[in-house]
């Protein structure tokens, strides 16, 4: 069963694993919730909000009904729910922290993102900010905020300036498990609109996490 951090009449935040699919899968996150809540709380179903990739590990919030999904898409939307990731990348990056921001077009067919120099249809800006939290045998660990949650978007932005995710096959960063996880997620409560913060961090036993 899925690690639970939280868990309330309207919100369920949980961490999911990397290599399972949070929605649109046979056995993902979703249907896994949705399991758990029919011997626990048969009224309830999980009502995804946002996506990790499936490789990605780390914290996510699902909401329990309609009005809460409604709600917390609305702060996506808006801007106000924060995530933040870890993610260790081969190279070191020219400034320790700093901003990014590209033009980037997602290849459906490919399921694969491009950085693009000029805006037509299906491109979308991106924006992130990053600090380095650690350099070790030629990897940077990075904490990241992103500004704005396109498909593989960290992945992308980061791969374009020759420093790919380490295990990031797609993107050039060679074999191994994809080093990026949800380390962060703060957001307000749908309903009473309480702040609300929570955190985690990647197994420190497991290569690369264990270099920092």
Not at 86 to 107: C, M, R, T, W
Request: charge should be positive; glycine fraction near 8%; include cysteine.
């Amino acid at each position: 069963m899925v690690d639970i951090i939280f868990e309330d009449s309207s919100i369920i935040v949980c961490m999911k694993p990397a290599g399972l699919q949070s929605q649109g899968g046979k056995n993902d996150l979703v249907a896994m919730l949705d399991g758990y809540f029919e011997g626990n709380e048969p009224s309830a179903k999980a009502y995804p909000v946002h996506r990790l990739d499936r490789e990605t590990a780390g914290i996510m919030v699902f909401a329990k009904n309609s009005l809460s999904a409604a709600k917390l898409s609305a702060q996506i939307t808006e801007g106000k729910m924060k995530k933040h990731y870890y993610a260790v990348v081969q190279g070191k990056p020219e400034n320790e922290s700093g901003i990014l921001k590209d033009l980037l077009f997602h290849d459906r067919q490919k399921n694969k993102t491009f950085t693009v120099k000029k805006s037509r249809k299906g491109v979308k800006e991106a924006s992130l900010e990053y600090k380095a939290v650690g350099h070790a045998k030629g990897l940077s660990m990075l904490d990241i905020l992103l500004h704005t949650g396109r498909t593989h978007q960290i992945r992308v932005q980061f791969a374009s300036r020759k420093m790919p995710l380490y295990g990031d096959g797609k993107y050039g960063g060679g074999s191994g498990r994809l080093a990026l996880f949800a380390h962060k997620l703060e957001f307000s409560h749908p309903i009473t609109k309480d702040p609300l913060c929570f955190t985690a961090k990647p197994d420190s036993n497991e290569y690369p996490w264990n270099m920092f």
